[in-house]
T-cell receptor, first 110, second 115 residues
Framework: RKEVEQDPGPFNVPEGATVAFNCTYS??????FFWYRQDCRKEPKLLMS???SGNEDGRFTAQLNRASQYISLLIRDSKLSDSATYLC???????????FGAGTRLFVKA | EAGVAQSPRYKIIEKRQSVAFWCNPI?????LYWYQQILGQGPKLLIQ????????DSQLPKDRFSAERLKGVDSTLKIQPAKLEDSAVYLC?????????????FGSGTQLSVL
C-alpha cells in the first residue's frame, strides 16, 4: 500500500463548478498535511496547509480526518486558472520527510 | 528574495553516461531535499540534508546515485551510470529548519532524458 494515495483523475469540470479531492495516508503518526499545486512543466507550490480544525482560503477549503486518515480539498466556483495537478503531501513524524501522492489532475472548461 | 536555483534546466544523455545536477537553496535554509518526479507521478524523496549532514537517503539508489552538500549550502546530485528509467524531473527543495510544519520551496527542476 502506498503511503499517500490520491485518485489521479482527471476531473473535467465546467467553470463555476464545485469539485472535491480526497487523499488517504497510511501512517497514523503523520503530523502535518498539505496541498500543493503543480502546473504543467512547473514545480510544485504550496496551496495550503491542512489543520485539524479545517481551514479555508477564499474558494479553497481543506479538511483533515485523522480517524479515517484522509484529507480533502474542496474548490468552489472553479476558474479556468484552477486547471492543474493537485498534490497531497504528508509529513511524517521522526524523519520529518514529506511524502507526496501521485496527484489529481483537474481540467476546468469554459 | 531569491528562490531555489537549479541547473541545468534540461539534460539529454545516453544510457550508461554520467550526469550531475546542481542546486543552490534559498539563503539561510538549513534543510535541502532532492526529489525525483517521473511523468505522471508525485515527487519521490531521494535524499534529505540538514546542513551538510544526511538525514534520510533511504530511497536513494546508492549503486548509481550520489549526492553531496559539502559546505552546507549548495548541493550536487550525480547519476553514474544512468539508466533509461532515470528519465525524470529532478527537483531540489529547501526549508529553513526541516521542521514538520514547514512548506517546501522548490526549484524549477532539471528535466533528464536518458536515451
Amino acid at each position: 500500500r502506498k503511503e499517500v494515495e490520491q485518485d489521479p483523475g482527471p476531473f473535467n469540470v465546467p467553470e463555476g463548478a464545485t469539485v472535491a479531492f480526497n487523499c488517504t495516508y497510511s501512517n497514523s503518526a503523520s503530523q502535518s498535511f498539505f496541498w500543493y499545486r503543480q502546473d504543467c512543466r512547473k514545480e510544485p507550490k504550496l496551496l495550503m496547509s491542512v489543520y485539524s480544525s479545517g481551514n479555508e482560503d477564499g474558494r479553497f477549503t481543506a479538511q483533515l480526518n485523522r480517524a479515517s486518515q484522509y484529507i480533502s480539498l474542496l474548490i468552489r466556483d472553479s476558474k479556468l486558472s484552477d486547471s492543474a495537478t493537485y498534490l497531497c503531501a504528508v509529513n511524517n513524524a521522526g524523519g520529518f520527510k514529506t511524502i507526496f501522492g501521485a496527484g489529481t489532475r483537474l481540467f476546468v472548461k469554459a | 528574495e531569491a528562490g531555489v536555483a537549479q541547473s541545468p534546466r534540461y539534460k539529454i544523455i545516453e544510457k550508461r553516461q554520467s550526469v550531475a545536477f546542481w542546486c543552490n537553496p534559498i539563503s539561510g535554509h538549513a534543510t535541502l531535499y532532492w526529489y525525483q518526479q517521473i511523468l505522471g507521478q508525485g515527487p519521490k524523496l531521494l535524499i534529505q540534508f540538514q546542513n551538510n549532514g544526511v538525514v534520510d537517503d533511504s530511497q536513494l539508489p546508492k549503486d548509481r546515485f550520489s549526492a553531496e552538500r559539502l559546505k552546507g549550502v549548495d548541493s550536487t546530485l550525480k547519476i553514474q551510470p544512468a539508466k533509461l528509467e532515470d528519465s525524470a524531473v529532478y527537483l531540489c527543495a529547501s526549508t529553513p529548519l526541516g521542521g514538520t510544519n514547514e512548506k517546501l520551496f522548490f526549484g524549477s527542476g532539471t528535466q533528464l532524458s536518458v536515451l
